[in-house]
């Protein structure tokens, strides 16, 4: 990509990219939703400008060096589909800044509003002192609760070991080490055996329809974290199946499901499912309390 010499000033680059971006018809949805909001970020963080710049800086004529640099980035973008998280290694959850690479999903949970409202009114905040992050990939999660929750102890796992890595990069990051300890699981297998008082997971959940159909721009992330089978179902009926044993009697377990919403409902219609809603947007999130959970082990362990 060449770049026309009329761009000069960093709201030059902005506008430019957001008619990019919109021409070539980008797929967004990775902490932005808009080619503007997309092109605001890539930009100002390339420049090492924050997000709420005074809009006078703007208007700043840009370095040889500076325009080269968007150039390269921006074309990235556009040819190679590289979501913006990616090309920046910096993504934001519950007002945190994570680093992020191809070896982790970009944090977009709106898991985050929960921890923001310290799971209220689902359980009292000093009822909390044990959380489990199940699939923990960047270790957002994690990290966010330990924020919320600066007395609770804080167990982290995830089946792969690149996405631990990246995990243990972020909780040095946020000095989170004497609060978190990571574990390399499959789930609950390689677990201690404890009682949690919060389990939340954000575990893998697209089925095979939507796989065979994701926009480019998803496919940078592993697949190891997105696909759970035909029905997208996989990985939490084993969570809803193992859970109860480790959750404490006052305990709740929270876990995105995503598009595969309607799946989980049709298979257990009888199941009393609280779906959870959101002041900014997103959904397919379910809580259930150890009570409920027992109480239909029978159906999770039969359909599992």
């Known amino acids: 990509m060449t770049e026309p010499k009329e761009l000069q000033t960093i709201r030059d680059f902005i506008r430019w990219s957001v ?9 967004f949805g ?14 100002l963080h390339s420049l090492y400008l924050p997000h709420d710049i005074n809009p006078v800086v703007l208007d700043a004529r840009l370095t040889e060096i500076e325009r080269e640099k968007l150039i390269k980035l921006i074309s990235q973008r ?7 998280p990616y090309l920046t ?22 898991i985050a509003e929960l921890i923001e409202k310290e799971f209220q009114p689902w359980i009292e905040h000093h009822a909390i002192t044990h959380i489990l992050d199940l699939c923990t990939g960047s270790g957002c999660i994690a990290i966010a ?64 329809e939507d796989m065979s159909t994701l926009p480019p721009e998803y496919l ?11 029905s997208g179902l996989d990985i939490v009926l084993k969570i809803l199946q193992h859970a109860p044993q480790f959750l404490s009697p ?5 876990v995105e499901v995503g598009n595969s919403e309607q799946a989980l409902s049709e298979k257990f219609p009888d199941v009393p499912f609280t779906w959870l809603e959101f002041e900014r947007g997103g959904g397919g999130v379910f809580l259930l309390t150890q009570k409920q959970l027992l109480d239909y082990q029978h159906l999770f ?4």
């Not at 556009?78 to 913006?84: A, E, G, M, T, W």
């Not at 990069?169 to 499959?186: C, G």
């Not at 362990?301 to 599992?304: P, V």
């Open 19 to 27: 008619s990019c971006f919109n021409e070539k018809g980008l797929t």
């Open 30 to 43: 990775h902490g932005t939703e808009t080619a503007w909001d997309e092109a605001v970020a890539l930009i």
């Open 78 to 84: 556009i040819n190679d589909r590289i979501p913006v």
């Open 89 to 110: 290694h910096e993504a934001w959850f519950a007002g945190l800044s994570f680093y992020v690479d191809e070896r982790v999903l970009i944090p977009r949970s709106p």
């Open 145 to 208: 609760c330990a924020h919320a929750f600066p007395n609770a102890h804080i167990d982290a796992s995830d089946i792969s070991e690149e996405a631990l890595a990246v995990a243990k990069m972020n909780i040095i990051r946020h000095q989170a080490e004497d609060q978190i300890t990571l574990y390399p699981s499959n789930l609950f297998s390689s677990l201690p055996t404890k009682q949690y008082d919060v389990i939340v997971s954000n575990p893998p959940y697209v089925d095979a």
């Open 220 to 230: 940078h992330e592993p697949k190891l974290g997105l696909a759970a089978g035909k």
């Open 250 to 254: 006052q305990g709740i377990l929270i």
């Open 301 to 304: 362990n039969t359909n599992s």
